[in-house]
C-alpha cells in the first residue's frame, strides 16, 4: 500500500510540474522576441529584447487570450502611448522618459482626461 501512495504522489507531482511551459526565445536580427505562458498554454506576453533590454513592442494577454496591454519600451525605459484594456474601459497612457505625461481613460459612454506633468 505504501508504494502505491508513492507512487501516485510521483506521478501527480509529475502532472503538476509538467504544465511549467518554459519561456521561448528566437533571435531575430539583432534583437531577441520572447515568449512567456501561462500554465494552460497561453500566451501571457511576447516582445523583444535588445542588448539585454526590454526594446519594441510588447503585448499582455490573460489567461484566456484576451489583450490586456500592448506598449513600447526603448532601451528598457516605457516610451510613447501604452494601452491597458479591462471589462469595460480603455486606457491610453503617454509615456515620457519613462514617467506618465498623460493618462485617458475611454469607455462606451465618457472620455476622462488626466494630466500628469
Do not use: C
Amino acid at each position: 500500500m505504501k508504494k502505491y501512495i508513492i507512487l501516485g504522489a510521483l506521478v501527480f507531482s509529475g502532472v503538476v510540474f509538467a504544465q511549467n511551459i518554459e519561456p521561448k526565445y528566437e533571435i531575430q536580427g539583432n534583437l531577441v522576441k520572447a515568449t512567456y505562458y501561462y500554465d494552460n498554454g497561453q500566451i501571457k506576453q511576447e516582445g523583444f529584447y535588445k542588448d539585454g533590454k526590454v526594446h519594441g513592442k510588447w503585448i499582455s494577454y490573460n489567461e484566456v487570450g484576451s489583450k490586456i496591454s500592448l506598449g513600447e519600451f526603448t532601451d528598457g525605459a516605457k516610451t510613447g502611448k501604452w494601452f491597458f484594456w479591462n471589462d469595460n474601459s480603455l486606457n491610453e497612457v503617454d509615456y515620457s522618459d519613462s514617467r506618465i505625461a498623460e493618462v485617458k481613460k475611454w469607455s462606451a459612454k465618457t472620455e476622462t482626461l488626466v494630466n500628469r506633468n
